[in-house]
Structures are given as C-alpha cells and as structure tokens.
C-alpha cells in the first residue's frame, strides 16, 4: 500500500555479554545542520533515509565509500531510520538523531 515506507520487523532475542559481536561494513554517520557525511568500510551503492512514520526522506546512489548527503526535508531533534546497501548486497541499517 505504501511502497516508499519501511517495516519494522522485532525479535525476542537477547544478546549475552559473551556473544561475539561481528563487525562487518563498519559505518559512521555524523550531521551538521542539514548535512550528513558517512563513512563507510564498503561501497554504498545505496543510501535511504526515513523518518519515524516511515517517510521516505531521501534516496541516494552514491557509490562511494565516504560521501555527503543534504537534509532540508527533517527537522532538527528528529529520530531517522538510516537504510544503507552496500556492493556486496549486505545491509546496514541505523538510527540518528538529528543535531
């Protein structure tokens, strides 16, 4: 019905101290005002942003491993859902807040 909206999928899973923690395409995001700048260990070959009601924001191609993304569709103090497919098809996905 809505086919630019995400889903939210929850797991009754609980991660024990003693569980290896796997890091594969390590990403980092940060935000000045309207721009967000990621860094990433994979190419992205595809960047989408959400807000909490599942809107898409953006879409982005950017094929790239570090790379910079304007925002003027959110507000500050806004919680985004970030959607991140790298070239080897992993995804990665995080929330920010928006500074």
């Given at each position: 019905?809505f086919?630019?909206?995400?889903s939210?999928?929850?797991?009754?899973?609980?991660?024990?101290?003693?569980?290896?923690?796997?890091?594969i395409?390590e990403?980092?995001?940060?935000?000045?005002?309207?721009?967000?700048?990621?860094?990433?260990?994979s190419?992205?070959k595809?960047?989408?942003?959400?807000?909490?009601?599942?809107?898409?924001?953006?879409?982005?191609?950017?094929?790239?491993?570090?790379?910079?993304?304007?925002?003027?569709?959110?507000?500050?103090?806004?919680?985004?859902?970030?959607?991140?497919?790298?070239?080897?098809?992993?995804i990665?996905?995080?929330?920010?807040?928006?500074?």
């Amino acid at each position: 019905m809505f086919p630019d909206r995400f889903s939210l999928s929850l797991k009754p899973y609980i991660q024990e101290v003693s569980d290896p923690v796997e890091k594969i395409n390590e990403v980092f995001i940060s935000n000045n005002g309207n721009r967000f700048s990621v860094r990433s260990e994979s190419k992205v070959k595809r960047f989408r942003m959400y807000d909490l009601l599942g809107r898409m924001l953006i879409s982005y191609y950017p094929d790239d491993i570090n790379f910079e993304v304007n925002d003027r569709k959110s507000k500050t103090g806004e919680i985004l859902h970030i959607e991140m497919i790298h070239d080897d098809q992993a995804i990665t996905r995080k929330k920010i807040y928006k500074r």
